[in-house]
């Protein structure tokens, strides 16, 4: 593959970001703002809570968030696990929530005890019947508190961080998450009025206000669809120049492609140039929290490893159940071991085309990857994963010369 690709904007920024909107009662205006399914569904969970919410086109979104309701509608809920980020917001603006158990999904049970447990810090009450969670203030309103993440979970930290901006006093969260997508939320936050210290490490300040106001901002560029594009050149032996891409949030995965011999060479104003030459260099793998190598990277690099020469062990420790990839990659020829959160691939010179079924959004981008590489043709389906959080993948690909249709 050859030519230029235009990264979108984030989509675990934008997610966050539209469920905090519900915190203001002006306009919000979000620019950058992908063309994605999961997008769309958080615009109807939030349309469903009495905000309104528009894609004008031009990637724009504008929420008026006035007049709410506290039930979430639990077919959403259901159908996309980051609708629970509603729960901070809406318990802050309205006093109350209603919210169906997001349950687990195909990467992992998931749960959601740690948001729970730092709602209640803030003052909730939290009743739980019939797979519904009801929120309620005995207080008059959520009130800052010292709250302790036992994991740094992204989700917790933006729905916390969000809530306690119209807590009274102050909010600390240690062992917060410090991914790029938490910095980006606090920026929009600190724009609605949040007074918000230390988004991007381990311990975040948050002092509450009586109101935040809309606002406009600009969603980072989306690092794991930048990533994914320089795994597909890695496997392909490609050679890819990339726009809209902040290399700073890119380091721990630039780090790893250059261990496996893959050239990476950021250029000025948000460019990077991305070739392999020969056959990748098997190296090992290890999912972190940030600022360690991203969980949501892990099948697209596995599935370039699949081919590299050597051996790579793949350690999940991220999510509890995320190598569904591995089967479906065994069609194709690779050759994997799976003991619990580890995968052992042992490099082989080529895949051969198959038929897959994608089981979860970045294990259908790991998929396309293989097949990019294989020799004949790999027909992915259940394709309909990648909508979710790719804007047009096969459309990019195709725009620097991957034989791929949909
Ligand atoms: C966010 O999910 C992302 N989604 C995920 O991206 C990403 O994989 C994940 O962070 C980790 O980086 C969005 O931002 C919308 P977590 P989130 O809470 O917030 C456990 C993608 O492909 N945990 O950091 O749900 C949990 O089970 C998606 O774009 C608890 O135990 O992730 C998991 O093992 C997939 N209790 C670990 O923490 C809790 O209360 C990380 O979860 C919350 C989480």
């Known amino acids: 593959m050859r030519g230029n690709v235009r990264v979108s904007g984030a989509k675990n920024a934008v997610l966050p970001m539209l469920a905090a909107a519900l915190l203001a009662e002006g306009d919000t205006v979000l620019h950058g703002v992908p063309a994605l399914d999961d997008v769309f569904t958080m615009g ?5 809570l009495g905000a309104s919410v528009d894609f004008p086109g031009g990637g724009r979104a504008v929420v008026r968030a006035a007049d709410l309701g506290w039930e979430a509608d639990p077919r959403l809920v259901r159908r996309m696990r980051a609708s629970f980020l509603v729960a901070g917001p809406i318990l802050a603006r309205t006093g109350r929530m209603r919210i169906s158990m997001p349950g687990g999904c195909a990467i992992g049970s998931r749960p959601i005890d740690l948001h729970l447990k730092g709602l209640r810090s803030l003052g909730a009450r939290v009743e739980q019947d019939r797979g519904c969670i009801e929120l309620s203030l005995p207080g008059r309103s959520l009130t800052g508190a010292l709250v302790y993440l036992d994991y740094p979970s992204v989700g917790a930290t933006e729905n916390l961080m969000a809530a306690a901006c119209l807590a009274r006093g102050e909010t600390i969260i240690d062992n917060a998450a410090s991914e790029p997508e938490v910095v980006d939320l606090a920026g929009f936050l600190t724009a609605m009025g949040g007074q918000i210290a230390g988004a ?4 975040i300040r948050i002092r509450g206000q009586a109101h935040l106001r809309g ?3 600009t969603v980072i560029p989306d690092r794991i669809e930048a990533a994914t594009f320089m795994a597909a050149a890695a496997a392909t ?3 890819l120049r990339l726009e809209n891409v902040e290399m700073e949030h890119l380091q721990a995965v630039t780090a790893k492609l250059r261990e496996a011999g893959v050239t990476v060479e950021p250029g000025s104003g948000g ?13 090992d793998i290890k999912t972190m929290p940030h600022p360690g190598f991203p969980t949501d990277m892990q099948p697209q690099l596995l599935a370039a490893m699949t081919v590299a020469q050597g051996t790579s062990v793949i350690s999940e420790t991220v999510f509890d159940n995320r190598f569904h990839h591995v089967d479906e990659l065994r069609r194709m020829g690779a050759c994997i071991t799976v003991e619990g959160r580890c995968a052992v691939v042992r ?12 089981t979860d959004l970045r294990a259908a981008a790991g ?12 027909r992915v389906m259940d394709a309909h994963h990648l909508d979710r959080g790719y804007e047009d993948l096969v459309g990019k690909l195709r725009s620097v010369g991957a034989d791929v249709t949909r």
Do not use: D, F, M, N
């Open 44 to 48: 109807e969970v939030l349309t469903g």
């Open 200 to 203: 991007g490490s381990k311990v």
């Open 215 to 217: 606002a406009q901002h």
């Open 237 to 239: 032996g490609g050679h």
């Open 271 to 283: 460019y990077a140039e991305v070739w392999a030459a020969g056959r990748l260099r098997a190296a």
């Open 347 to 358: 490099g082989v010179p080529q895949l051969s085309g198959a038929a897959v079924r994608a």
């Open 367 to 378: 998929l396309v990857l293989a097949g990019l590489a294989a020799a004949g043709e790999t």
